[in-house]
């Protein structure tokens, strides 16, 4: 699993409420990934980081923030959360000097 | 149009058999290109990449990449049920370097291998 351990691995929360969820990494990885998954849409990107306090946004980045203080810790944020955004989330991190990517376990969440 | 068109099954074979699931792309900069293999409620892991043109073997995995044809395939040979699971094809443009590395992924193929 490349060292990456996501938090909550599920979380059920309603319509209008703030969530946060969190990716760790152990082996200092300069970049970092949020993807989510749906059916019919595979993987799509969020966000990504290129760096402490360096993010960007990805193809599916509306309604999301990121944040990323610290090297090993890479913050996804809604705001206001929609029923839209009911997905399994996925954080990556990228293997230095190549494209291969490597995936954290998910995080489940379902917006009521 | 999306970029990249995987079958999204689903595919069930008998086990033993050869299995070819495939993805076109449409975008001739991709020179990267990935397998991922993903079982329920799991993370994607990476199973094959190769780059450019050309075919890469790993144990029982054949991963092949015709660029002329925008045509990426993985080939299992003697499947098992272990092997079914979501397989997931991704490539990028870029080679390492400095860029954020953007994958571009295929839609996913559910395969189900039967004893």
């Known amino acids: 699993d490349a060292g990456i351990t996501q938090s909550p691995r599920h979380k059920v929360t309603e319509t209008g409420t703030p969530v946060t969820l969190r990716c760790h990494q152990t082996?200092?990885?300069?970049?970092m990934y949020w993807y989510r998954q749906d059916p019919g849409h595979g993987l799509r990107l969020i966000h990504y980081s290129y760096g402490v306090k360096d993010t960007d946004k990805g193809e599916v980045s509306d309604g999301y923030s990121v944040s990323r203080s610290k090297t090993e810790d890479f913050l996804l944020t809604l705001e206001s959360a929609t029923s839209s955004q009911t997905s399994v989330y996925f954080c990556?991190?990228?293997?230095?000097?190549?494209?291969?990517?490597?995936f954290g376990p998910g995080t489940r969440l379902t917006v009521l | 149009q999306k970029e990249v068109e995987q079958d999204p099954g689903p595919l069930s074979v008998p086990e033993g058999a050869i299995v070819s699931l495939n993805c076109t792309y449409s975008?001739?900069?991709?020179?990267?290109f990935m397998w991922y293999r993903q079982y329920s409620r799991k993370g994607p892991e990476l199973l094959m990449y190769?780059?450019?043109?050309g075919n890469k073997e790993d144990g029982r995995f054949t991963a092949q990449v015709d660029k002329s044809s925008k045509y990426i395939s993985l080939f299992i040979r003697d499947s098992q049920p272990s092997d079914s699971a979501t397989y997931l094809c991704?490539?990028?443009?870029?080679?390492?370097?400095?860029?954020?590395?953007?994958?571009?992924f295929g839609q996913g193929t559910i395969l189900t291998v039967h004893p």
């Open positions: 990556a991190i990228r293997a230095t000097n190549t494209d291969t990517q490597y």
């Open positions: 190769t780059y450019s043109s």
């Open positions: 991704a490539m990028t443009d870029n080679a390492g370097g400095t860029s954020y590395g953007k994958l571009t």
């Open positions: 975008n001739s900069a991709f020179q990267y």
């Open positions: 082996e200092n990885h300069r970049y």
